[in-house]
């Protein structure tokens, strides 16, 4: 099971909490997907619904662990301040790193990325960046302290799966030992396999569960398929060849 | 004096973040908070003293991904 920043989780599976069509069908997706780390977040109480009270009981009683998330923060300011509320929040020093660049593709703003990351690790924060499969930026996070990485496989809520094989692969190639989770742009649990198929620790993803049509069963879908990617990863698998090869022994066949 | 909570401008009495926290009803509730786009802990709410203008930000748990 993946390790982040010392600590062992139950599951390469990190799942989110939003647009599920009910709490009910949110605690049934968690039981199914035994996922080990639900992300959440901070959002401003609308009237006296207190509904984010209701919400801290339904993942206080989920009973994985937390990892709150900086989202819809455009500057490095806004998500340090976003991340020092959640650590209050949900008592705990994880969070998602998210500084959006781009409104269509929320793609990642890299260098808003780096200087929140450095602040955060220097308050002692253990900083998950949401990133783009860049190279370069992952050294600038791994320098700026960060200990895990979070590639996009695409752009969040799209359900594209991994775009750029190459990159993702290149990244893990160059820091083996850099704890990786593709966050985002998963739609089928077969893109889950390849991701572990490729080396990574873990997935995060949340549209994909939640607005299926079945989410328990889409979620449940994604934890076997994780586990078929990570068994495959670890049994050395033959390299790819362009020639056909027979499999059947050649020797001994009836000469008709 | 007049200040800004959650984006919506409005009238208060209280003098410090604690004070504003008891009067919107959360005393009890588990927020975070920031003001001027700064996070203020829990512990030193009560010693925040508001002033006319304030921008003030109360935050819950909720949903994410």
New interface residues.
């Given amino acids: 099971m993946p390790v982040f920043y010392g600590t062992k989780v139950a599951s390469p599976l990190m799942l989110?909490?939003?647009?599920?069509p009910s709490p009910a069908v949110l605690a049934e997706s968690f039981r199914r997907s035994g996922a080990g780390v639900a992300?959440?977040?901070?959002?401003?109480?609308a009237g006296?619904e207190?509904?984010?009270?209701a919400?801290?009981r339904l993942?206080a009683g989920l009973g994985v662990r937390v990892l709150?998330?900086t989202?819809g923060c455009h500057s490095a300011?806004?998500a340090v301040?976003t991340a020092?509320?959640?650590r209050?929040?949900?008592e705990t020093d994880w969070i998602k790193l998210e500084v959006i660049g781009n409104a269509d593709t929320l793609q990642p703003d890299p260098f808003g990325l780096v200087e929140a990351a450095r602040i955060l690790v220097a308050e002692g924060f253990k900083v998950f960046p949401y990133m783009t499969e860049d190279l370069v930026l992952a050294d600038r996070l791994l320098a700026a302290g960060c200990e895990v990485l979070m590639p996009w496989g695409a752009p969040?809520g799209t359900g594209l799966g991994l775009l750029n094989p190459y990159g993702l692969r290149s990244l893990r190639a160059h820091f083996p030992d850099v704890p990786m989770v593709i966050d985002a742009g998963l739609g089928l649990p077969s893109q889950a396999a390849a991701a572990m198929e490729m080396g990574f620790d873990a997935v995060l993803?949340?549209?994909a569960v939640a607005k299926a049509g079945d989410p328990a069963a889409m979620a449940e879908g994604f934890a076997k398929a994780l586990e078929a990617g990570r068994l495959a990863r670890g049994a050395d698998p033959m390299p790819p060849r362009d020639m056909a090869a027979p499999s059947t022994p050649v020797i001994g066949k009836a000469f008709l | 004096m007049k200040i800004t909570v959650n984006g919506e401008t409005r009238e208060t009495a209280s003098e410090t973040l604690g004070a504003l926290l008891l009067e919107l009803g959360h005393g009890d509730a588990r927020v975070a908070t920031a003001v001027n786009e700064a996070f203020v802990p829990a512990a030193a709410r009560n010693g925040l003293r508001l002033a006319a203008g304030d921008r003030v930000e109360i935050v819950t748990p909720r949903q994410g991904g």
């Fill in positions: 989110g909490t939003a647009q599920y992300t959440v977040s901070v959002r401003r109480e006296g207190r509904a984010g009270q919400f801290w993942i709150p998330n989202a300011r806004e301040t020092q509320m959640a209050e929040l949900f969040i993803l949340n549209t």
